[in-house]
Every structure is written in structure tokens, then in C-alpha cells.
């Protein structure tokens, strides 16, 4: 097997080694950088959503319930399609969420959540939707919240937790967007690189420029027998 490689390599030319060494190196390095560009922008982007969560759970103030379904209820928190709140008692028992503002089965699944636990580490995490064609990212805060009664008008402190979501359609979007526009840019430099590592290597041991140094060793040469041929024979004493 090592036999064959090396005589695979052997049998390539220096041109197409060092057009192939600098291709394969440029598309390393293009590589190296859009892995890291990449992880830095979702990085971010999800440390927005993340921030944007924390701020709508955190901040809740209350919940307008709804008039025909008691576990319906309002709350303004971004765009009204892309936004989840649901509220959830100590035990897990749904209060209240905004599900009937979003489109049939885009809501996020909580089903697997452990909201409990959730709610005391307080850490953003990502679910998806029960269709499992829609991601989510969704933080969830424990919160004491006043409750009053409709009918008799009584006020009560709960221990809820608040778990607000967001969809990353948009974010997922975006994150797609630039892997496109890099790609694109990516292949350029590869393509463009590799036409001008070829040039120049042709250029470079083209016949032309290895017969130059030839053809002025042979004049040399020839100058050297001429004056050798011209040079007089010293004759002899006697």
C-alpha cells in the first residue's frame, strides 16, 4: 500500500503538487475560519434571544385570562406569532399560556421539560414544537404571583413558574444566510486561488524560462573554446 502512494506521488508532476499543496491549504484555513465565524454569530445571536427571554420572565408583571378559555391568556412580549408565555403552578399544573395566538401545533413542547427543575436552575434551553419542524428557545423562572379569583374576587400568592419562548425561525435564518454567503465566498477563494497558483507554477517552470539559463551556459562555453583556439602554442627553446 505505501509502495503504490509513493509511486502515486511520484508520478505527479511539481506542478500539480504545489497547485493541490495550496489549494488544500487555502480550503484548511477558509475551514478553520467559518467554523469559528460561524460559532461566534450563533454565539450571539443566541445570547440575545437568551437575554430577551430573561428580561420578558423576569419582568412579568401579569397575565390578561381570557373570557371564553380559562387556560388562554394575553401577554404582550414580542411579535404575537413568534412569542410563547405560559404560566405553570408549583406542581406543574398549567395556569394559563398564549397558545391560541399561535398557529396550530407551532407552539413549543413542554411535555419533556422538567419544569420544576427548569425553573430553579433558570437556564435558557431549545425544544421544539410538537410537529418537531419548528425549534424553540424557551427560559422558565420561578416567580410568586398574585391571583384573584373572578367570581369571588379573592387574591391569593401562588409559586408559579414563568417559562417564556421565542421562535428562532428568524435567528436559524440569519445563522443560514451568512453560511451561504460564505460558502460562496469560500469557493471563490478556492477557485480563483487555485487558477493563479497554477499560472504562476506554469510560468514558473515553463520550457522558456529553464532553456534561458541553458542556452547562456552553452555561449559561455562556446567563448571558452574560442579562446582556447586562439591562444598561440609557445614554441620550444632550441
Request: glycine share 8%.
Amino acid at each position: 500500500m505505501h509502495e503504490r502512494l509513493s509511486q502515486w506521488w511520484n508520478e505527479i508532476s511539481i506542478r500539480t503538487k504545489i497547485t493541490g499543496i495550496t489549494v488544500t491549504l487555502v480550503t484548511l484555513g477558509l475551514l478553520v475560519a467559518g467554523l469559528g465565524t460561524m460559532t461566534v454569530l450563533s454565539t450571539y445571536l443566541y445570547g440575545q434571544v437568551d437575554l430577551s427571554l430573561k428580561s420578558a420572565a423576569e419582568t412579568f408583571s401579569g397575565a390578561s385570562q381570557s373570557a371564553t378559555n380559562a387556560q388562554s391568556c394575553t401577554v404582550t412580549f414580542g411579535a404575537t406569532s413568534s412569542s410563547f408565555v405560559a404560566l405553570f403552578r408549583e406542581d406543574g399544573t398549567r395556569i394559563c399560556d398564549n397558545a391560541d395566538e399561535l398557529q396550530g401545533g407551532t407552539g413549543p413542547d413542554l411535555s419533556a421539560v422538567d419544569l420544576p427543575k427548569a425553573g430553579t436552575t433558570a437556564e435558557p434551553m431549545s425544544v421544539y414544537n410538537s410537529d418537531h419542524d419548528q425549534q424553540w428557545r424557551i427560559y422558565a423562572f420561578d416567580k410568586t404571583l398574585t391571583q384573584r379569583d373572578q367570581t369571588t374576587g379573592m387574591v391569593e400568592q401562588i409559586d408559579a413558574t414563568i417559562v417564556t419562548g421565542t421562535n428562532l425561525a428568524s435567528t436559524n435564518a440569519v445563522i443560514g444566510r451568512f453560511s451561504g454567503i460564505f460558502l460562496g465566498f469560500g469557493v471563490s477563494v478556492i477557485v480563483l486561488g487555485a487558477a493563479l497558483t497554477r499560472l504562476l507554477v506554469t510560468s514558473t517552470f515553463s520550457p522558456c524560462a529553464t532553456s534561458r539559463p541553458r542556452r547562456r551556459a552553452s555561449r559561455t562555453a562556446t567563448s571558452a573554446n574560442a579562446s582556447t583556439r586562439r591562444r598561440p602554442t609557445p614554441r620550444s627553446a632550441g
